[in-house]
């Protein structure tokens, strides 16, 4: 009876767990220490107590093994948490009286590995917990595309059974393994790779293949046309890379790589001796880098719907755009979009090194104005008016002849009347022309032809005199 209602407390608190991010033990969350785990290897962490926690610092790909199997005291319970404290796993008396999570990270960034005691009692007692790390591997299917990076440096990766024969230069041995890594490049540049095995002897291959975008990975790097680079190891000296930024002989040129693209590296040990492992590297700035994409939209408009076809931009280019009026890559164009509001989305990288953000766009209509003339002859030295209707708030430019440009504001009915000011004979006929705009800067030419005010010289009376 007793090991039951010890269980159903169990249960209780784990739900209160899932329930509220923390366990409900009263004395629980008390930071503890921060951890970087060697890969491969163990780390140990000694002397922690009850209700406290250790930050750990974990990479995409690698498996980790939290365990107080080797040096625990009394019923202890482990519960792993994600950097927004949503729960990961749970466990207790995975060995024995003691716990054991064991999870592959799904993102690199922190974790929370929370120690409790049954039940719900520090009592005092100093755990060892160790942090074993194996490292990201492949799931043996000869294209592993689960192990996707988001960083300029991760590893170690295990090699594989290798899948089709892919590239200009592997040699896909009966005897080679091989390793798939897909990275998302979030700037513009050469890239810069070193691929590093744990011993500095054997042939290391590498190729790096472009993935278009809708293309499974597994499917690109069998078309040769996205192949990027290849490097044939020359010397067994352990290592291979792509330009100069590392001490290894086995060097061509770095290829150029954009940001928003994904590629993939394909690895090749060319005799499964030497190398049990590898890490991969990119070059520091301005080499071409990983990472998480910034998707961030510079803001645009608004727009009249006679404007011009616009670029839409966005912090790291090379995503994905939808929305009224605009194109897959960024071309908004309002006639299309239509007066109005529009949110647009913006999509770049491959999960889970993908990100997304949107903006509104507005499009307004065109002002209209329209010009006509109270009086369109007269003699010179008189004046007459000008008569602006249209759209209210409206800004009309108007000249007469190639005079100064003049300036009137339609009012909230979307009129003006203005007053022209004598008007000289030294020609014929002026012409009035009109140009409007408005807030936002949208502009439009007056559709009507241009008005045409005739000024006159009075009539010259010779006075007739008789003798």
Do not use: R
Not at 2 to 13: D, G, M, Q, T, W
Not at 101 to 130: H, K, R
């Amino acid at each position: 009876m007793l090991a039951l209602s010890k269980y159903f407390f169990i249960l209780v608190l784990f739900l209160g767990i899932v329930k509220n991010g923390w366990s409900q033990c009263p004395f629980d969350n008390i930071p503890y220490t921060t951890v970087s785990p060697t890969c491969p290897g163990t780390t140990t962490v000694n002397c922690m107590f009850a209700g406290e926690y250790i930050t750990v610092n974990v990479t995409l790909g690698n498996t980790y093994i939290f365990s107080m199997c080797l040096g625990g005291v009394g019923d202890t319970q482990l519960s792993l948490y994600d950097e927004s404290l949503t729960p990961i796993a749970y466990s207790d008396d995975w060995c024995g009286l003691l716990s054991e999570i064991t999870w592959t990270a799904t993102y690199s960034g922190a974790v929370y590995l929370l120690l409790d005691q049954f039940p719900c009692t520090d009592l005092f007692s100093c755990n060892q917990v160790s942090i074993t790390c194996n490292g990201g591997t492949t799931n043996g299917d000869g294209c592993n595309t689960d192990v996707i990076l988001c960083q300029n440096s991760a590893g170690p990766f295990t090699f594989n059974l290798g899948g089709p024969p892919v590239s200009s230069c592997l040699d896909w041995l009966v005897n080679s393994q091989f390793a798939y890594i897909i990275l998302n490049i979030v700037s513009t540049g050469p890239l810069s790779l070193l691929i590093e095995g744990d011993v500095p002897t054997g042939f290391l291959d590498v190729s790096v293949f472009n993935i278009p975008v809708g293309i499974d990975p597994c499917v690109a790097i069998q078309n040769p046309s996205n192949e990027i680079g290849c490097n044939y190891a020359i010397f067994p000296g352990g290592c291979n890379q792509f330009g100069n930024s590392f001490p290894c002989l086995s060097v061509v040129p770095s290829p150029t790589v954009f940001a928003g693209q994904t590629i993939m590296i394909v690895v090749e040990d060319w005799n499964n001796t030497p190398s049990n492992f590898f890490n991969l590297q990119l070059g520091p700035p301005p080499n071409a880098q990983s990472g998480l994409p910034n998707p961030s939209i510079f803001p645009a408009g608004p727009f009249c719907t006679s404007s011009d076809a616009f670029q839409l931009v966005a912090n790291d280019a090379g995503g994905t755009w939808t929305g009224p009026g605009t194109t897959s890559d960024g071309i908004f164009t309002p006639a299309d979009a239509g007066v109005g509001v529009h949110v647009i989305d913006y999509e770049i990288g491959q999960s889970p090194c993908n990100a997304s953000s949107n903006t509104t766009v507005t499009v307004i209509s065109n002002p209209v104005a329209n010009v006509s003339v109270m009086d369109d002859t007269l003699c010179s030295g008189e004046s007459t008016q000008l008569i602006f209707s249209g759209t209210p708030g409206s800004v009309v430019t108007y000249t007469l002849n190639n005079g100064p440009p003049q300036i009137a504001v339609l009012n909230f009915l979307g009129n003006a009347t203005i007053n022209t000011g004598n008007l000289a004979a030294d020609v014929s006929v002026d012409i009035l022309n009109v140009a409007i705009s408005a807030t936002p800067p949208c502009s439009a030419p007056n559709t009507d032809p241009p008005v045409m005010i005739n000024v006159e010289n009075p009539p010259i009376i010779t006075p007739i005199f008789h003798d």
